[in-house]
Nanobody
């Protein structure tokens, strides 16, 4: 079972990036998919999540600081989740991690995740 995050990079403030997380080894259709981030010297924090409910349309949940700027989506057929990040700010600089879990909703606690991917670095310069 593997989660592979990609799409990180360096961008100027106000720019956009799209992160992707590809899952392999099993289907994650019955898991919530979550993005966390960890800035240097800080704890890992929740960013955005999308639920496992496919037939009625998945639910999404965002950290307040990214609402209106970030958008999470998932492709069930490709077992992939995306995080579209726009209007990026220097404070968004961090290593971004994707995770899968199904213990609670919204899944804001990193300790409750079942699977983790390796991170991808996002650097936003002013």
């Amino acid at each position: 079972v593997q989660l592979q995050a990609s799409g990180g990079g360096s961008v100027q403030a106000g720019g956009s990036l799209r992160l992707s997380c590809a899952a392999s080894g099993r289907t994650f259709s019955n898991y919530a998919m979550i993005w966390f981030r960890q800035a240097p010297g800080k704890e890992r924090e929740f960013v955005a999540a999308i639920s496992w409910v496919q037939w009625s349309g998945p639910s999404t949940y965002y950290q307040n600081s990214v609402k209106g700027r970030f958008s999470i989506s998932r492709d069930y057929a490709r077992n992939t989740v995306h995080l579209q990040m726009s209007s990026l700010k220097p404070e968004d600089t961090a290593v971004y991690y994707c995770a899968a879990g199904r213990s609670s909703w919204p899944p804001v606690n990193p300790n409750g995740m079942d699977y983790w991917g390796k991170g991808t670095l996002v650097t936003v310069s002013s």
